[in-house]
């Protein structure tokens, strides 16, 4: 763990104490209710300063459980399993956040079908996190945003237009 701009840092911290209690009562909440703690599910010991959380994966998770149902904003990972394409599908249709979800397949076809059906505002397939490109817009849909960050859209909304008419 270290300072985000340290280059040899390999967990950042999260933003503050507040939100470091956030994900460990979340954590706690799972764990109740259920969820299996595989690797992580608890802060790094002798951080220094800094909010540091192991990342954590969660396996046996219900649909039901905090950990599914609310956006965490630190390094936690839910495992849910399915059989058949439609009930994954279910499973990521979120009725509250749609910022971002990942697909693994090894089929195309399934791989657009998910993206069709996923309602996010980033969809990663065979991969998950950002890329170092910057003119791609990020920002979810539902209640994970507002808009857009980064590319075009974000610049427009930055900017502001008038419209002027005189009449010699």
Same mark, same amino acid.
């Given at each position: 763990?270290?300072?985000?701009?340290?280059?040899?840092?390999?967990?950042?911290?999260?933003?503050?104490?507040?939100?470091?209690?956030?994900?460990?009562?979340?954590?706690?909440?799972?764990?109740?209710?259920?969820? #299996?703690?595989?690797? =992580?599910? !608890?802060?790094? +010991?002798?951080?220094?300063? &800094?909010?540091?959380?192991?990342?954590?994966? *969660?396996?046996?998770?219900?649909?039901?459980?905090?950990?599914?149902?609310?956006?965490?904003?630190?390094?936690?990972?839910?495992?849910?399993?399915?059989? #058949?394409?439609?009930? =994954?599908? !279910?499973?990521? +249709?979120?009725?509250?956040? &749609?910022?971002?979800?990942?697909?693994?397949? *090894?089929?195309?076809?399934?791989?657009?079908?998910?993206?069709?059906?996923?309602?996010?505002?980033?969809?990663?397939?065979?991969?998950?996190?950002?890329?170092?490109?910057?003119?791609?817009?990020?920002?979810?849909?539902?209640?994970?945003?507002?808009?857009?960050?980064?590319?075009?859209?974000?610049?427009?909304?930055?900017?502001?237009?008038?419209?002027?008419?005189?009449?010699?």
């Amino acid at each position: 763990p270290g300072a985000t701009w340290h280059g040899d840092s390999r967990y950042a911290p999260l933003i503050d104490e507040r939100q470091g209690q956030k994900v460990a009562s979340v954590v706690a909440a799972a764990k109740a209710q259920g969820a #299996e703690v595989l690797v =992580g599910g !608890e802060r790094f +010991a002798d951080t220094g300063d &800094g909010w540091f959380w192991q990342p954590t994966l *969660l396996c046996g998770v219900a649909q039901d459980n905090p950990a599914v149902q609310q956006e965490i904003f630190g390094p936690v990972l839910t495992v849910q399993t399915f059989d #058949e394409e439609e009930e =994954g599908l !279910e499973l990521a +249709a979120h009725e509250t956040y &749609g910022l971002c979800a990942g697909v693994h397949t *090894l089929s195309l076809p399934r791989a657009l079908r998910a993206i069709r059906a996923i309602e996010a505002g980033t969809v990663w397939v065979n991969r998950y996190g950002r890329s170092g490109d910057f003119i791609i817009p990020t920002g979810g849909f539902l209640g994970s945003g507002i808009g857009k960050d980064l590319g075009r859209q974000a610049f427009q909304a930055c900017q502001r237009q008038k419209s002027v008419l005189i009449d010699f």
